[in-house]
C-alpha cells in the first residue's frame, strides 16, 4: 500500500538555525499537506500543496512540492522556541484517505 | 464554531475488555477519519466515514470497527483489547468529500486516550 516517509525522525536546532524536514511517497501524490502537534496537543494543519513544483511560505516556513509529486520538504529559517513540535507531512494517493508520515520532532535549544 | 469533539479524553481498561470511543465533527463537516498514534509508529490511519459509508480502511485487524451516524458522529470500537492498543486515537472531520482522490484539510479533535493494562 501506499507508505510516506518522512526524515529527519529527530533534529535538534539551536535557536536561530535553519531546520528541513523531507517527506517521500513510494506513489504518486494528488496533494500533500503539513500539519504541526505541538507537545501534548493535536495536529493543527499548516498548508496544502497540489500542483507540480509548487512552493508555498508563510512567514519563516518554506513549503516545496517536488515536479513528480512524490516529495515534499519543510524548510523553517531561524527556528524559534515556538516552532517546538512535531511536524508530519501527509498525502493523498488517490482513495480520497490522507497518509502520515511519521513526523520530524524538532527541539529548538534557546 | 466549536470544533472536533471526542469523548471520553482518558481512559483504562484490561485485557480482552472492549472499548468505544465517540466523535462529533465540526458542524457541515460529513468525512470524519480516525487515526491511532502511538510514539513509535506515529499516526496510522484507521478508517475514513463519509455520509455513514466507510469510504477506506487502514491496514487494522477487525478488531477494530467504526460506524458513523446520519448526523455526522462517528464511533469506533475496539474489541479484545491488546497491550499494544495502547494509544491516542484522533478522530479528524473534513469538510471535503475526497473527490478525485484528493483528500481536504482536517480538522483533529484533542484525542481519546486509551491505556490498556
Known amino acids: 500500500g501506499q507508505q510516506v516517509m518522512q526524515i529527519p525522525q529527530y533534529q535538534h536546532v539551536q535557536e536561530g538555525e535553519d531546520f528541513t524536514t523531507y517527506c517521500n511517497s513510494s506513489t504518486t501524490l494528488s496533494n500533500i499537506q503539513w500539519y504541526k502537534q505541538r507537545p501534548g496537543g493535536h495536529p493543527v494543519f499548516l498548508i496544502q500543496?497540489?500542483?507540480?513544483?509548487e512552493v508555498k511560505k508563510q512567514k519563516r516556513l518554506t513549503f516545496q512540492f517536488g515536479e513528480a509529486k512524490k516529495n515534499s520538504s519543510l524548510h523553517i529559517t531561524a527556528t524559534q522556541t515556538t516552532d517546538v513540535g512535531t511536524y508530519f507531512c501527509?498525502?493523498?494517493?488517490?482513495?480520497?484517505?490522507?497518509?502520515f508520515g511519521k513526523g520530524t520532532k524538532l527541539s529548538v535549544k534557546p | 464554531k466549536a470544533g472536533v469533539t471526542q469523548t471520553p479524553r482518558y481512559l483504562i481498561k484490561t485485557r480482552g475488555q472492549q472499548v468505544t470511543l465517540s466523535c462529533s465533527p465540526i458542524?457541515?463537516?460529513?468525512?470524519v477519519s480516525w487515526y491511532q498514534q502511538t510514539p513509535g509508529q506515529g499516526l496510522q490511519f484507521l478508517f475514513e466515514y463519509f455520509s455513514e459509508t466507510q469510504r477506506n480502511k487502514g491496514n487494522f485487524p477487525g478488531r477494530f470497527s467504526g460506524r458513523q451516524f446520519s448526523n455526522s458522529r462517528s464511533e469506533m470500537n475496539v474489541s479484545t483489547l491488546e497491550l499494544g492498543d495502547s494509544a491516542l486515537y484522533l478522530c479528524a472531520s473534513s469538510l471535503a468529500s475526497g473527490y478525485g482522490g484528493m483528500a481536504g484539510e482536517l480538522f483533529f479533535g484533542e484525542g481519546s486516550r486509551l491505556t490498556v493494562l
Open positions: 500543496l497540489v500542483k507540480s513544483g
Open positions: 458542524s457541515g463537516h460529513r468525512s
Open positions: 501527509a498525502g493523498s494517493g488517490g482513495q480520497g484517505n490522507l497518509i
